[in-house]
């Protein structure tokens, strides 16, 4: 039973409805906050005491997505899809959910269902694409993308996600001209800069993208890829004493990043210190072994 909440089996029809109702607002709010079991348990009452509303089975389900209960998650946006087979909102989340639980064909079905109802949905098409990189159809999710631009050109993140994918499929040079349409957007976006400056540094462009990585820790000292890869950057430059100073500080924020080992690993046995090289190179092993 919901916080605060007494016992409702007497309560007649119209306040039962009524109850509800403010049980749902309440639950929308603990969901803003990021308080899902408080929401969880409003929205339990609510559906106790008027079954038959979507809304709250389509909540329920959001609040579960978010706090990983996949299964239980799909249970509510079946049961909210079956009072509103048409809501754009229950298939995009529950898409979400099968794309979580690694059943991407399910999550494509839910996101084309969704979007034949509202196409400008830009959180579905994120969605989408996410799902097309995951299936690696990489030029289907370039397109997705470019309509979730199309829709809103000053949205920063959207040209960063298409800046992304881009430099997934090593297209530097395009990746590089979202990440500055971004900064355009907002010029002290730190994943942007972080992103193109190693855009940069792939291709070859180090001064450009020292520039880039020194303004990201400027504004987020502590952001562990900037490090990793102005410390890539720098020993290019030739500059390996701060190259591994930036690396050290990289796997110092997290121990687990397995690029810098092997950039770190890459430094060592360039200055014939192989003991350090094979020691890097093995957590590398070891951490990709994991995955």
Do not use: C
């Amino acid at each position: 039973m919901s916080e605060g909440i007494k016992d409702t089996s007497g309560l007649s029809e119209a306040a039962a409805q009524s109850r509800a109702s403010v049980l749902r607002s309440r639950a929308e709010s603990y969901i803003a906050l990021s308080r899902h079991d408080a929401a969880i348990a409003d929205l339990t009452e609510s559906i106790a005491l008027v079954p038959d509303n979507a809304r709250a089975w389509r909540l329920r389900g959001e609040s579960h997505r978010v706090i990983e209960r996949y299964d239980t998650a799909l249970d509510d946006f079946d049961e909210a899809l079956k009072l509103e087979p048409d809501s754009a909102y229950a298939l995009g989340s529950r898409g979400q959910t099968y794309a979580a639980m690694g059943r991407l064909g399910e999550a494509m079905a839910d996101f084309e269902h969704a979007l034949t109802l509202s196409p400008d949905s830009l959180w579905i098409l994120e969605a989408k694409a996410d799902a097309l990189v995951d299936l690696d159809r990489l030029d289907e999710a370039l397109t997705e993308h470019g309509k979730i631009i199309a829709l809103n050109e000053e949205l920063a993140y959207s040209w960063v996600a298409r800046g992304d994918l881009y430099q997934r499929m090593n297209f530097y040079p395009e990746a590089i001209d979202d990440y500055t349409k971004a900064l355009e957007a907002d010029p002290d976006y730190v994943r942007a800069l972080s992103r193109r400056g190693e855009a940069l540094r792939m291709a070859d462009r180090y001064e450009e993208a020292l520039a880039d990585l020194n303004r990201a820790l400027e504004l987020e000292p502590g952001n562990d890829r900037a490090l990793g890869s102005r410390g890539a950057v720098l020993s290019e430059l030739g500059d390996n004493e701060a190259a591994l100073k930036d690396l050290d500080a990289a796997i110092e924020l997290d121990p687990d990043y397995i690029w810098a080992y092997r950039v770190r690993g890459e430094i060592f046995q360039e200055l014939d210190r192989h003991e350090e090289a094979v020691a890097d190179f093995t957590r590398a092993l070891h951490l990709e072994a994991e995955e």
